[in-house]
């Protein structure tokens, strides 16, 4: 009899269906930030050692698509931009390694996992599964985070000796049940997360992964789980993001058919007359948006503008080389924090922005084509919507330990749809 399709078979199922349901035990060693950048480069080393012993998978880095090889390649050309920005500013052997260091964990992630998703055998279904898995785990320990600011349990119950490796911070070692929003006195999770607006993006890529589960147990107590993530993270743009996704992947699914057209065209009628009410209704979300945590939309704000006029003014081209500390109008966060795209104009410079924004938008673009394809390539295409999104919102490579799984599929679906092109075309 066949083994299920959520079985894991292969050597690189058995890792990344693994590695996602420890997610929690993990947490609680604050191994979490390891684990990512580990399964990465392992799973980088399983490639090759099957490209050598297997000439099906030598083939394969043969055929590896053109989108494939724009991530390997900007993720590649954000190790030489780092080095050129060092010898800017004279940083000095020793930081240039640890920057080094710290490329290897983030940014060459959003590279190694779309490449593991294109020449391993894993199967989207044993993703699903894992996640839905987690979600279970975390169903069960919900109880757990709920009552513990009200029980008098710590916010964190301690910080792992791991972080001893390196890292940015001693959040992202740290075991933290949930915290206290400034001002408000209210609380607050992040779960497995470093910060609460992560929980949130990973609540999006988990309740939108866990919605393909073909098991409707499986699939409801995954979307449940994340869903319940992203309301107690409290985040702003997770709730815009589970919004707008969805019908955005939906519709260009099917823009292919006549009927859409045909429900389009007297809804843009629609649009033109109530247009401007509707703008006036959108700008005053915006402002309530801003205004419901207004000291955080103030840093962020000013994060963003010191992050311009300092890249414009002292790095336009190959950026600082490494972060800086703002001033204390900014609670001494991080400059471009907060923000993927302000961050690498401050760090990388205009040729950081454009090695990731290539294969970015070159990837949104192919798969808004080809999600009339099938159902793998919409789900492609709400993964990419949702690192467009929050590279708005978030420095991306400073969490791509926590959402690989998106990056492993990624690569999956754009390595098929390359193959099938080639199919259709002999």
């Known amino acids: 009899m066949a083994a299920p399709t959520d079985h894991p078979q292969t050597p690189a199922e058995r890792l990344i269906s693994v590695a996602i349901q420890s997610t929690w035990l993990l947490w609680l060693l604050g191994g979490l930030y390891i684990a990512g950048p580990v399964l990465g480069w392992v799973l980088l080393l399983l490639a090759c050692w099957q490209a050598y012993v297997d000439p099906t998978v030598g083939a394969r880095f043969v055929r590896l698509p053109l989108l494939i090889w724009l991530w390997v390649i900007g993720m590649a050309a954000?190790?030489?931009?780092?080095?050129?920005?060092?010898?800017?500013?004279?940083?000095?052997?020793?930081?240039?390694?640890?920057?080094?260091?710290?490329?290897?964990?983030?940014?060459?992630?959003?590279?190694?996992?779309?490449?593991?998703?294109?020449?391993?055998?894993?199967?989207?279904?044993?993703?699903?599964?894992?996640?839905?898995?987690?979600?279970?785990?975390?169903?069960?320990?919900?109880?757990?985070?709920?009552?513990?600011?009200?029980?008098?349990?710590?916010?964190?119950?301690?910080?792992?000796?791991?972080?001893?490796?390196?890292?940015?911070?001693?959040?992202?070692?740290?075991?933290?049940?949930?915290?206290?929003?400034?001002?408000?006195?209210?609380?607050?999770?992040?779960?497995?997360?470093?910060?609460?607006?992560?929980?949130?993006?990973?609540?999006?890529?988990?309740?939108?992964?866990?919605?393909?589960?073909?098991?409707?147990?499986?699939?409801?107590?995954?979307?449940?789980?994340?869903?319940?993530?992203?309301?107690?993270?409290?985040?702003?743009?997770?709730?815009?993001?589970?919004?707008?996704?969805?019908?955005?992947?939906?519709?260009?699914?099917?823009?292919?058919?006549?009927w859409i057209w045909f429900l389009a065209a007297p809804a843009m009628v629609l649009l033109g007359i109530v247009g401007p009410a509707l703008l006036e209704f959108f700008e005053a979300l915006m402002s309530d948006f801003s205004a419901a945590r207004a000291d955080s939309s103030r840093v962020r704000e000013t994060l963003g503008r010191i992050a311009i006029e300092r890249w414009q003014a002292e790095a336009y081209w190959f950026g600082h080389g490494i972060v800086e500390n703002g001033p204390h109008l900014v609670e001494y966060m991080p400059i471009g924090s907060h923000h993927s795209w302000y961050g690498l104009l401050f760090v990388k410079g205009l040729a950081g922005a454009v090695a990731l924004a290539i294969p970015l938008f070159s990837t949104l673009l192919a798969l808004a084509w080809g999600a009339r394809e099938g159902s793998a390539e919409r789900m492609a295409l709400a993964m990419t919507l949702t690192l467009v999104l929050y590279s708005f919102g978030e420095n991306l490579e400073i969490l791509a330990y926590l959402f690989w799984p998106a990056l492993v599929l990624l690569g999956k679906v754009l390595a098929q749809e390359d193959s099938q092109k080639g199919k259709s075309e002999a």
């Open 78 to 258: 954000m190790l030489l931009i780092l080095w050129i920005g060092h010898a800017n500013f004279d940083l000095g052997t020793g930081k240039t390694i640890k920057s080094s260091i710290g490329w290897a964990k983030g940014w060459a992630l959003i590279a190694l996992f779309p490449l593991a998703g294109a020449l391993l055998q894993v199967r989207e279904q044993v993703i699903y599964r894992a996640i839905c898995r987690l979600g279970l785990q975390t169903l069960v320990l919900l109880p757990l985070f709920l009552a513990a600011p009200f029980i008098g349990l710590p916010e964190t119950l301690w910080v792992s000796p791991l972080k001893i490796v390196g890292g940015p911070g001693p959040e992202y070692f740290a075991t933290t049940l949930y915290t206290i929003e400034p001002g408000a006195g209210t609380p607050r999770w992040q779960f497995f997360a470093p910060w609460s607006p992560a929980a949130g993006m990973i609540a999006v890529i988990y309740v939108l992964l866990a919605a393909r589960d073909k098991s409707g147990t499986w699939r409801t107590v995954g979307i449940i789980a994340g869903l319940m993530l992203a309301l107690l993270s409290q985040s702003r743009l997770a709730m815009v993001a589970l919004i707008v996704i969805p019908p955005i992947v939906w519709g260009l699914g099917r823009i292919d058919k006549a």
